[in-house]
């Protein structure tokens, strides 16, 4: 069993910043990639960024410069620093993981509300 849980979400106002954690817990032999998916009322859920073992990121468009993903692989934990933010990034954020136990497949956390305030 693998289990991820994310906390760090709630209310801002525009223009502040948030940090959300994902720790990933249970059977686990190693992590790959690790990444944060959001999905905002009526649309379907994106891309926010991901981070591969080795420490390689990818962004979406709409969060470049302003989200920084990071991993501590001691800890089994990943986060999003998010700053600079806007209302349009309201959603429930969703933490991802791959992982090998030993056969890999990708699990996901509960989700955590973001809500930001104009």
């Known amino acids: 069993q693998v289990q991820l849980v994310e906390s760090g979400g709630g209310l801002v106002q525009a223009g502040g910043s948030l940090r959300l954690s994902c720790a990933v817990s249970g059977n686990i032999f190693s992590i790959n990639v690790m990444g944060w998916y959001r999905q905002a009322p009526g649309k379907q859920r994106e891309l926010v960024a991901t981070?591969?073992?080795?420490?390689?990121?990818n962004y979406a468009d709409s969060v470049k410069g302003r989200f920084t993903i990071s991993r501590d692989n001691a800890k089994n934990t990943e986060y999003l620093q998010m700053n600079s933010l806007k209302p349009e990034d309201t959603a429930v954020y969703s933490c991802y993981a791959y992982v090998t136990n030993p056969y890999g497949r990708g699990y996901w956390g509960q989700g955590t509300q973001v809500t930001v305030s104009s």
């Open positions: 981070i591969s073992g080795s420490g390689t990121t």
